[in-house]
């Protein structure tokens, strides 16, 4: 999230560039999924998931076309310095004096780098070769309260996702362990038979059983918020391959059982009281416009990006219904779990219990792998937004103070509630919101202005979106707009009748 050009880093196809966009969208949030469509009902919550997905694919085309305008004008900018460069060397030439009448050839290059920009030059000038991440883009295209504004919304974002990855691996070992220690050592089928009450082992409470785990979390991953990690390629290789093996065997398992008739599900067709949660989770399950900056610009040929982009975003929504609808017809409505991966480490569902035991604990490690990398990038974020130009910070402040206000929030949040759905659902409804919907339609708004001013009608922009009316922009706006109040309107309602 730094607002800074960073190296390209190695190129590749479109199509690998389709798998990492696919990886990248398809992550906790689809593990919160089953359980919101269940609360919400099958046919709301397939239309809502389509709506949603056509509108997350129309704010990254329009983040996209952000990035192409970013480039034009750092490449101008660029093309300027070198002209002036030029200029300053046959200025300090000691063959032409401030008298001599220059030649027409040096009048002509004179005028010509501008010309060269709009008529030469631009099929290339829109070309995404630079990585601008949207901190960048905020800076060029937002006055200073934008700028603010976008960065006090991605960190909202980011403690949001840091209090979830906090709470589900805590509840994941809870379930798992206390499971096995119970009299119920094979079932967890049934959320409603237990309570935070009951025991766990002994005298400990399942509560308090979490809570033990989520300490132990704290004080593994929480002091890497203080140095700088980075992603491995290797890891992130081994987190995909068990991402998409769990997946695998949840879809088929589930698949079986509705094929045998064993399938217990009899989802409602619509049940309007858990919109708000499978919005929510929906959004957040879409959610890539902040990465795509590293996702995008590494990509060989852009030629047809869009269309890519469109067939991830196809495969995706596939993916989602397969995973849901699977899971709502093989559980009944109401034993579904916040973490659909629980719902396997019953024996009647899955007799061999590696298996059992390996869907019970991926999000342990898995979500484990990336709460180090998310804590990194909202401590730089924290000090982006701080920095003055010049200037540095005490030894205090920038290895204490950031990493201290970076982790100590989310744990307490996750302290306070491991209720995954609702966590999920108010990151994706509020801040997922900001950066799905209004960020983007903003930085194609002012984008476009920008580009209209620098080259009035000479160029066109090669990554435009094909949603390039304004009417877009402002129907993407009135939905992020309608969206707040909704959810919050809900939210009030809810508190109300409790």
Request: proline share 4%.
């Amino acid at each position: 999230m730094a607002g800074s050009i960073t190296d390209t880093g190695e190129l590749y196809s479109p199509y690998v560039g389709l798998i990492y966009m696919f990886n990248l969208i398809v992550g906790t949030g689809a593990l919160t999924m089953p359980k919101a469509f269940a609360t919400a009902g099958w046919l709301v919550s397939l239309i809502l998931l389509m709506f949603l997905g056509f509108m997350s694919y129309m704010t990254t085309t329009f983040v996209m076309e952000a990035m192409a305008a970013a480039n034009a004008q750092l490449h101008l900018k660029r093309m300027e310095k070198h002209k002036e460069d030029n200029n300053d060397e046959e200025n300090s030439s000691p063959e032409v004096s401030d008298n001599e009448v220059l030649p027409d050839v040096y009048e002509r290059s004179e005028t010509r780098p501008i010309l060269s920009v709009q008529r030469r030059g631009a099929p290339n000038i829109f070309e995404i070769t630079e990585r601008v991440e949207m901190g960048q883009m905020a800076s060029m295209f937002f006055n200073k309260v934008g700028v603010n504004l976008f960065y006090f919304c991605i960190i909202i974002y980011l403690y949001g996702d840091l209090a979830i990855y906090a709470a589900a691996v805590p509840v994941s070992l809870m379930q798992v362990t206390c499971t096995v220690t119970s009299n119920h050592s094979c079932s967890v089928e049934d959320e409603t038979k237990y309570n935070d009450t009951d025991k766990c082992w002994g005298q400990i409470r399942r509560i308090d059983a979490y809570r033990i785990y989520l300490a132990v979390f704290t004080l593994l991953l929480g002091p890497f918020t203080f140095f700088n990690v980075q992603k491995t390629k290797y890891l992130q290789i081994m987190t995909s391959l068990m991402r998409w093996l769990a997946f695998i065997i949840m879809i088929i398992v589930a698949l079986l059982r509705i094929t045998k008739g064993q399938g217990e599900g009899h989802p409602p067709l619509a049940q309007l009281s858990g919109v708000r949660n499978l919005f929510g989770v929906c959004v957040y399950s879409f959610m890539c416009q902040h990465s795509l900056p590293s996702l995008i610009t590494p990509i060989s040929k852009k030629k047809h990006v869009n269309k890519l982009v469109l067939l991830d975003y196809t495969l995706i929504l596939g993916f989602y219904s397969l995973l849901s609808f699977t899971a709502i017809y093989c559980f009944r409505n109401g034993t579904l779990m916040d973490m659909y991966t629980l719902n396997f480490t019953n024996c009647d569902i899955i007799s061999i219990a590696f298996i059992r035991y390996f869907l019970g604990l991926f999000p342990v490690f898995t979500i484990s792998t990336n709460f180090p990398i998310i804590a990194v990038t909202l401590r730089n974020n924290w000090k982006t937004l701080f920095h003055r130009e010049g200037g540095t910070y005490p030894w205090v402040v920038d290895r204490i103070f950031f990493p201290v206000i970076t982790l100590i929030p989310p744990i307490i949040v996750a302290f306070c509630t491991h209720d995954l759905e609702s966590l999920v659902g108010i990151t994706g409804a509020y801040a997922g919101n900001g950066i799905q919907y209004i960020i983007p339609a903003f930085l194609a708004y002012y984008s476009r202005k920008e580009t209209q001013m620098t080259f009035r009608n000479s160029t066109l922009n090669k990554h435009l979106s094909p949603f390039r009316h304004t009417f877009w922009i402002g129907f993407v706006l009135l939905w992020g707009l309608f969206c707040f109040l909704f959810v919050t309107a809900n939210i009030i309602l809810s508190e109300t009748k409790n």
